[in-house]
């Protein structure tokens, strides 16, 4: 019962290097989300896909690209990455996008150096 | 533009006693609300959530949450607060319409069980 799998765990990136933050559900849910979490500034939302084939921006895009080819996964591409993208990210995935809750990852904590 | 506002940062309470964490609301019409709990190097897990019908909602591991319209409040209690209780706590916030619609989270709340 994997749930939302997120790989790497932990990284540590130059700055200027890229890098994918891979993610996986195997709920078929067709929700997926990436967030990123600051201390004390709660979660962000970077971007969204709502299916196979569709993604859209949230509220903090710049610096990250993403894709959506299956329905299972959602992986987040830094490219260029500076030090301001130093955070916890996790991604979430969600039935639909009415009453339902979202499942976390266990997250990938990035440090840019 | 919605928000959520978790006004306390951290919450400190002793094991047994009843516990709550507060969260405020601001939204365009009604809301759906939801609470999820944060343990060490984890991520967020889903506790409750109030979509209509009655203003208590009962949750996972004995926590509950009151909706309050006229406050636009949904606090997080316990009735008997356990050690293992201590994590980060988030409320979060969308509004009740089709369509994807954006969940905004708070900026979560510490909660510490002293034993």
């Known amino acids: 019962n994997a749930g939302v799998t997120q790989t790497p765990k932990f990284r540590i990136l130059k700055i200027g290097q890229s890098m994918t933050l891979q993610c996986t559900q195997d709920m078929n849910h067709n929700y997926m989300y990436w967030y990123r979490q600051d201390p004390g500034m709660g979660l962000k939302l970077i971007y969204y896909?709502?299916?196979?084939?569709?993604?859209d921006k949230g509220e903090v895009p710049n610096g990250y690209n993403v894709s959506r080819s299956t329905t299972e996964d959602f992986p987040l591409r830094l490219e260029l990455a500076a030090p301001s993208q130093t955070s916890v990210y996790f991604c979430a995935s969600s039935y639909s996008e009415v009453n339902t809750e979202a499942f976390f990852g266990q997250g990938t904590r990035l440090t840019v150096v | 533009a919605q928000s959520v506002a978790q006004p306390e940062d951290q919450v400190n309470v002793a094991e047994g006693n009843p516990l709550t964490v507060k969260c405020t609301y601001s939204v365009s019409g009604n809301p759906y609300l939801f609470w999820y709990v944060q343990y060490p190097n984890r991520g967020l897990q889903f506790l409750l959530k109030?979509?209509?019908?009655?203003?208590l909602v009962k949750g996972s591991y004995g926590f509950e949450a009151e909706f309050n319209k006229s406050q636009t409040s949904f606090h997080l209690k316990k009735p008997s607060a356990l050690v293992s209780d201590s994590a980060l706590y988030f409320c979060a916030v969308r509004p009740y319409s089709g369509g994807y619609q954006k969940v905004t989270f708070g900026t979560g709340t510490k909660l510490q069980v002293i034993p």
């Open positions: 896909s709502v299916g196979a084939g569709i993604t």
């Open positions: 109030y979509i209509t019908g009655d203003n």
